[in-house]
């Protein structure tokens, strides 16, 4: 089983990661590292809606990817801005889909939509992360 960290980025804008399980369960730790990073930067405002993408961000990447974890990273790249991202083992991207009232899944990314002010997929070498920026001074 992949062992899970936290740690604080050395240099650069500040940031958190942690690699977890491809688990249902891992959306819980990802919200609290989503918590756990808006407090010590002062965003607590920003906190349920960042809650509520990362489980989004997560809850695809452990329904739709490949491979036996994920990597979430909660980032801060200019005071007040966050960005939150989920790296996962698959290349195809995420796909916004409509859903109607008897669906019981895809909204996800509509919601993601909602809450952030941007997001997208950036492709990688065994994979992609697939993120969101949120702004603290965003008109709800």
């Given at each position: 089983?992949?062992?899970?960290?936290?740690?604080?980025?050395?240099?650069?804008?500040?940031?958190?990661?942690?690699?977890?399980?491809?688990?249902?369960?891992?959306?819980?730790?990802?919200?609290?590292?989503?918590?756990?990073?808006?407090?010590?930067?002062?965003?607590?405002?920003?906190?349920?809606?960042?809650?509520?993408?990362?489980?989004?961000?997560?809850?695809?990447?452990?329904?739709?990817?490949?491979?036996?974890?994920?990597?979430?990273?909660?980032?801060?790249?200019?005071?007040?801005?966050?960005r939150i991202s989920v790296t996962d083992g698959s290349k195809v991207p995420p796909e916004p889909r409509r859903a109607d009232a008897r669906d019981e899944n895809g909204r996800g990314l509509v919601l993601v939509t909602a809450l952030a002010g941007d997001?997208?997929?950036?492709?990688?070498?065994?994979?992609?992360?697939?993120?969101?920026?949120?702004?603290?001074?965003?008109?709800?």
């Amino acid at each position: 089983m992949p062992q899970s960290m936290t740690r604080a980025h050395p240099i650069g804008h500040p940031g958190y990661h942690e690699t977890l399980p491809r688990s249902p369960e891992s959306a819980a730790t990802a919200r609290r590292l989503v918590r756990l990073a808006l407090t010590a930067w002062g965003l607590r405002e920003m906190a349920e809606d960042a809650v509520l993408v990362v489980s989004e961000l997560a809850g695809n990447a452990v329904r739709h990817a490949e491979g036996r974890t994920i990597r979430v990273t909660v980032e801060r790249p200019v005071p007040g801005r966050v960005r939150i991202s989920v790296t996962d083992g698959s290349k195809v991207p995420p796909e916004p889909r409509r859903a109607d009232a008897r669906d019981e899944n895809g909204r996800g990314l509509v919601l993601v939509t909602a809450l952030a002010g941007d997001w997208g997929t950036t492709p990688l070498p065994t994979g992609k992360a697939v993120w969101a920026e949120m702004d603290g001074r965003r008109d709800g």
